[in-house]
């Protein structure tokens, strides 16, 4: 519910995970004369040596801090769909559905409660602020190799028009360290946060997936003429392109190019068979209209860069939509390894206009 409070435009809340990168973002919005207050939300219930890390470095700005348990919805809803999506052979990116479903839903909510008109993160992306229209957007950040646009592509204009990205204008994670040590705080030398935040460090997914109880049977190995190669352990422990740890010798390299939920049959190949001119998405989300609707300015079919994972470059692709607001996207050069679950970002430039997950029914 909104609050009836009025937004202050110099007060800022700041999600604080206890990083260097969210404490040198803190930092930044102190020197530009913010009054800002820090958030901590905790995903995993009992209370966490980054819920310390937090308050330590809180107290080192002379930020008061929140901080708000959100484990039972993060594994309603995050950590949920990590364990089904595995069970039918898709590999899920936890982040992207925790950016808009709890992230920066709570941000907001507590923003509105102490008053504070802006929201931040410590991620490496930026705004852009169509004047034309209006519209909020999601940009990428200065430093190519640190830009996290592709994991934001589903936050709406509620969460645009107040985000703040403090370190989008850094060009190097280096220089954000070492204005943390220049600014003694603590956490200078930390090293980066993990991928899955709610896996302890000597838990791999498999194991955790297993311990949930959301393990898939064994089922076979074949190749793409539907020869049967050997047996797997179950479609939870493999992702598409996956070449390391199929345990099978085959005399040459080979990857697992598709997985089945259906018939429970892994197809392994070449590298040849993972390169991909055409692929699909679903749940499409486009930041201009904040739904799957395509925006008018861009059409029902239109050219883009986009990029299949976090890691992988901008591609030239042209989109086209289908029946029940699915994409096909044809890309000019083929993608390396889609994999479903994943997602699929759209830009315009280095600006982002939508995305979606990619399909594996096709």
């Known amino acids: 519910m909104m609050t009836t409070m009025t937004l202050n435009k110099n007060k800022v809340l700041l999600g604080l995970s206890g990083g260097v990168d969210s404490t040198t973002a803190a930092l930044f919005l102190q020197k530009k004369g913010f009054n800002v207050t820090g958030f901590y939300f905790e995903v995993i219930g009992d209370k966490s040596e980054a819920a310390e890390d937090a308050k330590k470095v809180a107290d080192e700005l002379g930020i008061p801090l929140i901080t708000f348990d959100a484990s039972k919805k993060f594994r309603d809803i995050v950590i949920e769909n990590f364990l089904s999506s595995y069970k039918i052979?898709?590999?899920?990116?936890?982040?992207?559905?925790?950016?808009?479903?709890?992230?920066?839903?709570?941000?907001?909510?507590?923003?509105?409660?102490?008053?504070a008109y802006y929201i931040a993160t410590g991620h490496y992306a930026r705004i852009f602020h169509n004047l034309?229209?209006?519209?909020?957007?999601?940009?990428?950040?200065?430093?190519?190799?640190?830009?996290?646009?592709?994991?934001?592509?589903?936050?709406?204009?509620d969460v645009l028009s107040r985000l703040i990205f403090p370190l989008g204008m850094s060009k190097d994670k280096g220089e954000v360290r070492e204005i943390a040590y220049e600014n003694h705080l603590s956490n200078a030398g930390k090293a980066d946060s993990q991928e899955i935040c709610f896996l302890q460090d000597d838990t791999d997914y498999i194991n955790y997936i297993n311990e949930h109880g959301y393990s898939a049977p064994q089922g076979n190995f074949i190749d793409k003429n539907g020869n049967v190669l050997g047996t797997h352990k179950g479609i939870h422990c493999y992702t598409i392109g996956q070449?390391?740890?199929?345990?099978?010798?085959?005399g040459k390299p080979v990857f697992v190019t598709n997985i089945d939920p259906k018939t429970n049959n892994i197809t392994l190949g070449g590298s040849d068979d993972l390169m991909k001119f055409e692929i699909h998405?679903?749940?499409?989300?486009?930041?201009?209209?904040?739904?799957?609707?395509?925006?008018?300015t861009i059409g029902e079919k239109f050219s883009c860069y986009a990029k299949i994972r976090y890691a992988s470059q901008l591609a030239k692709a042209h989109v086209t939509k289908e029946q029940n607001n699915k994409l096909k996207i044809h890309f000019e050069q083929?993608?390396?390894?889609?994999?479903?679950?994943?997602?699929?970002?759209?830009?315009?430039?280095?600006?982002?206009?939508?995305?979606?997950?990619?399909?594996?029914?096709?």
Do not use: W
């Open 243 to 250: 070449r390391k740890g199929l345990g099978i010798a085959l």
């Open 281 to 296: 998405s679903y749940d499409n989300f486009f930041t201009e209209t904040g739904s799957s609707s395509i925006p008018s």
């Open 132 to 157: 034309s229209t209006e519209k909020y957007f999601v940009q990428r950040g200065i430093n190519e190799k640190k830009d996290q646009s592709y994991m934001l592509y589903r936050l709406g204009q």
């Open 334 to 362: 083929p993608q390396r390894a889609p994999s479903p679950g994943q997602s699929i970002v759209f830009y315009d430039s280095d600006i982002v206009i939508g995305g979606g997950y990619i399909d594996n029914s096709y």
């Open 89 to 115: 052979g898709k590999t899920p990116n936890p982040c992207v559905l925790c950016n808009p479903e709890i992230k920066f839903k709570l941000l907001l909510e507590h923003a509105d409660k102490i008053g």
